[in-house]
Structure formats: C-alpha cells, structure tokens
C-alpha cells in the first residue's frame, strides 16, 4: 500500500513516517518510481511504535523493543523510577500552591537533583539491573541535607563517577542479568534493600533466623554449577572493576562523608566483617 493509506490507517503523519524510516524502525520498498510502498508487517510495526510513542518510550527504547519484541525489566524499573520522581516533583509543587517555605522546598528539589545525578551516573556505568541496585543501595541513605563540606565531597564522587568507562559486559552477560532479573520490578528492589539494612542493624539475630538459608547459598558457592556459571564470570567481572577503579578507595569514603547515614552503616558492614574473620 502507498503512504497516503498508511496514513489513514495508522493515523501518523508524513513527517513521522520519514523520521522513523531514518531511525530504521521501519524499511518500507520502494518501486522503481522511487515511490515507497508498505505491506501489513509495516503497518503493525507503526502501529506499535505509536503506541510505544504514546507511552512515553523515547526512540532508543522503542528501537530495542522493534528489535527483541518485549520490553526489558530494566526499562521497567527506569520508568518506575521516573514515576516516583514525578510523584514527588507534584508533591512540591503543591507544596509552593499551598505556601511553604521557599527555603523547604528548595531543600527537597536538591535532594531529588542529586539522587537523578548518582542514578544516571550509575546506570551509565552499569547498564541495566546492576547500576539500579547499586544505586537502590545508596538511596536509604542519601535523604540527609548537604552542608558545604559535604556538597564539596558529593561533587568528587560525581566528578569521580564521571571519569569511569562503562563495565564491560559481553552480549551474553547482558542478556544473562536481564533474565535474572526480569521478576525484579523497582518496588521489589527497594525492599530487599531495606530487609538488607534491617539485616545489617540486627545480624545476630538474622543469622540465627536464616541459618539454613546461609548454609545452603555458602555450598552452593562451592559447587561446581556455580564455579562454571555465567553469574560468578559476572560477578568477579564487577568485583575486579571495582579493584581496579579503586571504588572502595575513593568512592566508599567520598559516599560516608556526604551520606552520615551510610557511614553508620558501613561501620556496621566493617564490624560483620571482622566479626566473621
């Protein structure tokens, strides 16, 4: 069919159909007239790009959708978190409709710039799941209000954050964390986030209520399903990206000194440690 029925169908206009014809989203052939003409398959294509439009997904993520015909739990997750984030912003602007403090509210806009920068930093860094837990991990803690000292120590991390290439996941290990994480929506990661820190504060008593648990995962990492998997490549792939980036060196402190909060958590997480010696 020619362009001027593709458009009664699906409703896009000629513009639209062009900008997505040089995205590659869809190939229409063209006869020897140089007129393009379009079959079913590309009509369903633009009416699911429409409808992806519709929803918010910019062309990158639509791209990735026309390619794998589903849509990733991490851009699942990346959409629940600018949910929360909007959430928030209406929040505050009710706040000023309603009269409060300008200074208040100026506070809480801070606070919601520097989650957005360490989450895009991380995220950056590592695409996917493991840059959106990392970041889930940090986030209990970073609801304190910055003095200048500490804003000076949040600029080094972001500068320092900046400096880092991103991890180097193969094609392989990136669809292997996608799979393993595909039932992890956003609120399921905050949670085990907070049930971790309940952990960390009491973990005396979580060892003794999960001592079967922790026995099974520690024999687990001693077999031999686990030494050949591809999540211990993954995991010792990260583990050396932060040795060799010196994360815990320059990173850790620079976290413990803008966040008091993680500092008293990692005090805890250090004396787990020696405790398990």
Same mark, same amino acid.
């Given at each position: 069919?020619?362009?001027?029925?593709?458009?009664? *169908?699906?409703?896009?206009?000629?513009?639209?159909?062009?900008?997505?014809?040089?995205?590659? &989203?869809?190939?229409?052939?063209?006869?020897?007239?140089?007129?393009?003409?379009?079959?079913?398959?590309?009509? %369903?294509?633009?009416?699911?790009?429409?409808?992806?439009?519709?929803?918010?997904?910019?062309?990158?993520?639509? #791209?990735?959708?026309?390619?794998?015909?589903?849509?990733?739990?991490?851009?699942?997750?990346?959409?629940?978190?600018?949910?929360?984030?909007?959430?928030?912003?209406? %929040?505050?602007?009710?706040?000023?409709?309603?009269?409060?403090?300008?200074?208040?509210?100026?506070?809480?806009?801070?606070?919601?710039?520097?989650?957005?920068?360490?989450? +895009?930093?991380?995220?950056?860094?590592?695409?996917?799941?493991?840059?959106?837990? *990392? !970041?889930?991990?940090?986030?209990? !803690?970073?609801?304190?209000?910055?003095?200048?000292?500490?804003?000076?120590? !949040?600029?080094?991390?972001?500068?320092?954050?900046?400096? &880092?290439?991103?991890?180097?996941?193969?094609?392989?290990?990136? #669809?292997?964390?996608?799979?393993?994480?595909?039932?992890?929506?956003?609120?399921? &990661?905050?949670?085990?986030?907070?049930?971790? *820190?309940?952990?960390?504060?009491?973990?005396?008593?979580?060892?003794?209520?999960?001592?079967? /648990?922790?026995?099974?995962?520690?024999?687990? &990492?001693?077999? $031999? %399903?686990? #030494?050949?998997?591809?999540?211990?490549?993954?995991?010792?792939?990260?583990?050396? @990206? /932060?040795?060799?980036?010196? @994360?815990?060196?320059?990173?850790?402190?620079?976290?413990? $000194?803008?966040?008091?909060?993680? %500092?008293? /958590? @990692?005090? #805890?997480?250090?004396? *787990? +440690?020696?405790?398990?010696?």
């Amino acid at each position: 069919m020619y362009i001027n029925e593709v458009i009664k *169908i699906t409703g896009l206009s000629r513009k639209a159909l062009a900008y997505y014809e040089e995205k590659g &989203l869809v190939i229409p052939s063209r006869q020897d007239n140089g007129y393009r003409t379009y079959d079913k398959e590309d009509v %369903d294509n633009l009416q699911k790009i429409s409808l992806l439009k519709d929803l918010d997904l910019n062309i990158s993520e639509i #791209k990735d959708f026309m390619t794998n015909q589903k849509i990733s739990s991490s851009l699942l997750r990346e959409r629940q978190e600018r949910i929360e984030r909007s959430i928030k912003q209406n %929040d505050l602007i009710k706040k000023i409709i309603d009269g409060y403090e300008v200074s208040e509210i100026e506070v809480e806009i801070k606070k919601l710039e520097r989650n957005l920068t360490i989450y +895009d930093r991380l995220t950056r860094i590592f695409p996917g799941y493991f840059g959106q837990a *990392i !970041f889930a991990s940090y986030k209990p !803690f970073l609801k304190t209000i910055l003095s200048d000292d500490n804003n000076k120590s !949040f600029e080094r991390y972001i500068n320092y954050l900046d400096s &880092l290439e991103e991890i180097p996941f193969s094609e392989e290990e990136k #669809k292997y964390i996608e799979n393993i994480s595909r039932d992890i929506d956003k609120e399921s &990661l905050d949670d085990i986030n907070h049930k971790k *820190i309940a952990a960390i504060n009491d973990y005396k008593k979580w060892t003794e209520d999960n001592e079967e /648990f922790i026995k099974a995962y520690k024999e687990y &990492l001693e077999s $031999d %399903d686990y #030494k050949k998997s591809l999540g211990k490549t993954i995991r010792e792939k990260i583990e050396k @990206y /932060f040795i060799d980036n010196n @994360y815990y060196e320059i990173a850790i402190p620079l976290i413990r $000194d803008f966040a008091p909060k993680y %500092d008293a /958590f @990692y005090k #805890k997480l250090l004396e *787990i +440690d020696t405790f398990n010696l």
